[in-house]
């Protein structure tokens, strides 16, 4: 049986596939909550270090939100009808580790963009923390247009990580965005050949995997909890990690590997 949702590692990097490419990955029930359960595996694994969150085929990497089954469900236009259906209605989890969105992940995640990315696909993007686009891939975020709003964390996060105006027409026109111009905006890190984009991908995992794990997490924590803080908070932020960090025995590794000319070991401790 072909799965929806697909979870590999290789080494200390997840990858996590939305594999349904014949709906352009658009996520039904079922994906949402086999997607929660990837995320929480990820999360909970302390030998996995970083993921990569792609599509499958080369139409799309999410064209959002099912909209024979999962939209209906939500706004109570379908009754559910299956487990998912039902976990998806009563599990808070599943809609938060789906998005990456209000659901603590301190590893980074990189999103590897192979097409289409729209909708609720757009929105789980922006719940990644570095992202590599395919040079065919679009971008849109079209909810306005059809009188309803992108509620899965782009109000809150659009206009935090790309400058206001440049948020507010993609919400308020709801147009599509070519690659290029995602990345001049500063919504990806950079535009690849499709042939690329994979293993771009894992070329930027492996070197955040190779570094130290407590201090790579520490730093992603806090950046998100001092976001909108006063800067007098938010340093007492970066000292509490400072001191957190310093204490461990990887931050003992790291310099002395350093002096000794050889490349560190480092286990998360």
Known sequence: MTLPI????????????LNAPQTRNALTPEMLCRLCDAVKAFADDPALRVAILTGSGERAFCAGGDLARTIPLMSGARAP?????????SDSEVLAASGLRD???????????NGACMAAGFE?????????????????????KRAVIPFAGSMARLPRQIAYCH???????????????AYRIGLVNRVVPASQLMPEALSLAERIARNGPLAVQAVKRTVIESSGLPLRDAYRLE???????????DAQEGPRAF????EPNYYGR
């Open 6 to 17: 697909t979870f590999q590692c290789q080494g200390p990097i997840a990858i996590i596939t």
């Open 81 to 89: 009808e299956d487990e998912w259906d039902y976990r998806l209605l």
């Open 103 to 113: 659901y603590v992940l301190h590893k980074p995640v990189i999103a590897a963009i």
């Open 124 to 144: 789980l993007m922006l719940g990644t923390d570095l992202r590599i686009a395919a040079d065919h891939a679009v971008f849109a975020l079209p909810e306005v």
């Open 167 to 181: 948020a507010m027409e993609i919400m308020l026109t709801g147009d599509a965005l070519a690659a290029s111009e």
């Open 239 to 249: 000292d509490e990690s400072k001191q957190t960090v310093l204490s461990t025995e």
């Open 259 to 262: 002096l000794e000319k050889r």
